[in-house]
């Protein structure tokens, strides 16, 4: 998309960790051979590859974990079909909303690129999207159906983890744009970038802030049950915002375990010491010829 930025902050700093990773596996002899377009992906799947389809298995699936006992009732089995239909609606409707949305400001960036082109003359000039303008692209979409499901078993399975991804699911689209396009849109490397760093790092780090996105949904009328906590993989967006709140949470006191703020101080350094260690990858990702 010539002329275009996605200055999106829950996604651009996954920019540095994406391309990071694509430059790992690059070094990989066997697996810088993998490359699978999203034609490979959706015939190897076929009806399966729906996003409908795959929402409605989720939802049956989450629904019968939580309603499936001796005894079940009509009723209990009318809660699991009603939450896969309403897991399929929302799993098919909401990123197409979203992405329609984002793309009737296409011609409106043009025009505001064009007025600045002649304003500043000589520069090169970029207009700044939300990141939903790209959610469409079938490699993204591709990656994302493969790991809704693998989510649910990533989240039971990685230590420490105590976030169940469901509504979630929805914006994976989001959440693995930089996990697909360092690498041109190579779903291997997408799916192999998800389950190995990106979902469980944002399950991590949506667990850790658990007890402040609580505190934030008292105040708004949120209804918590007493003792419980409430968070997102959304908060998990955060892996920049996540350090600088243990920083600032053992400054104030809020938390003083001194393990915690030297884990977020060596994740700071890992961060910015990938994004030097890319400084000039994407410059050379425009240059080269795409495959």
Do not use: C
């Not at 609606?89 to 909303?97: C, I, K, N, Q, V």
């Amino acid at each position: 998309m010539p002329g275009i930025s996605l200055p999106h902050g829950d996604t651009v700093i996954w920019a540095p960790i994406g391309f990071a990773l694509d430059a790992l596996w690059e070094r990989i002899p066997r697996l810088q051979e993998i490359s699978i377009d999203p034609e490979t992906i959706q015939r190897r799947l076929g009806i399966f590859g729906e996003s409908a389809i795959v929402g409605l298995i989720i939802g049956l699936l989450i629904g019968i974990l939580a309603y499936l006992k001796p005894g079940m009732t009509a009723e209990d089995a009318a809660a699991i079909l009603k939450l896969g239909i309403t897991t399929a609606a929302f799993m098919e409707l909401m990123p197409r909303m979203i992405a329609l949305l984002m793309e009737g400001l296409i011609p409106i960036s043009d025009s505001v690129r064009a007025f600045m082109t002649r304003r500043f003359p000589g520069r090169e000039l970029y207009i700044g999207l939300d990141a939903a303008i790209v959610t469409g692209f079938p490699a993204i979409v591709a990656t994302a159906l493969i790991l809704i499901p693998l989510a649910l078993p990533i989240a039971a399975l990685l230590p420490g983890n105590r976030v169940l991804p469901f509504a979630d699911l929805s914006v994976f689209v989001f959440l693995l744009i930089w996990a697909v396009a360092p690498s041109r849109g190579n779903i291997f490397r997408g799916v192999l970038n998800g389950v190995l760093v990106f979902i469980p790092l944002m399950l991590l780090v949506a667990t850790d802030t658990a007890p402040v996105v609580t505190q934030i949904a008292h105040p708004v009328g949120a209804q918590v049950p007493a003792g419980q906590t409430v968070t997102a993989m959304a908060a998990g967006f955060k892996t920049l915002s996540w350090p600088i709140l243990e920083i600032f949470w053992f400054l104030s006191g809020y938390r003083t375990d001194l393990p915690r703020l030297i884990l977020a101080l060596a994740y700071l350094a890992v961060y910015f010491g990938l994004w030097a260690l890319v400084w000039r990858r994407p410059q050379a990702f425009l240059e080269a010829p795409q495959k």
